[in-house]
């Protein structure tokens, strides 16, 4: 088993910026971020693979940067220019075994509870 604790979350402004932190108890490959607005599906927004690639949804390019410090297991996600659109319960995920997509999220097994990110004027 893996636990992982998001933190970070918060209200922002749009244009705002917002760093969030996804804490695993041990060294996992494959790790991402997602996102869960209110009345719509689970997405993807970035990740980072074993390979160390990382990979980002189109709305988050240009905007969003993700990077691991494998030292201390941790995943981060720096998020600039934020918009409201962005608002919703952001989540940490990992998977050891090679996933479909690391931004796909049917394929990952170990989720955090979550940190709610809200934009807005």
């Known amino acids: 088993q893996v636990q992982l604790v998001e933190s970070g979350g918060g209200s922002v402004q749009p244009g705002g910026s917002l760093r969030l932190s996804c804490a695993a108890s041990?060294?996992?490959?494959?790790m991402g971020w997602f996102r869960q607005a209110p009345g719509k599906e689970r997405e993807g927004v970035a990740g980072?693979?074993?390979?160390?690639?990382?990979r980002y949804a189109d709305s988050a390019k240009g905007r969003f940067t993700v990077s691991k410090d494998h030292a201390k297991n941790t995943l981060y996600l720096q998020m600039d220019s934020l918009k409201p659109e962005d608002t919703a319960m952001y989540y940490c995920?990992?998977?050891?075994?090679?996933?479909?997509?690391?931004?796909?999220?049917?394929?990952?097994?170990?989720w955090g509870q979550g940190t709610q990110v809200t934009v807005s004027s």
């Open positions: 995920a990992a998977v050891r075994v090679r996933p479909t997509s690391i931004l796909a999220h049917t394929t990952f097994k170990y």
């Open positions: 041990a060294s996992v490959a494959n």
């Open positions: 980072i693979d074993a390979a160390g690639i990382p």
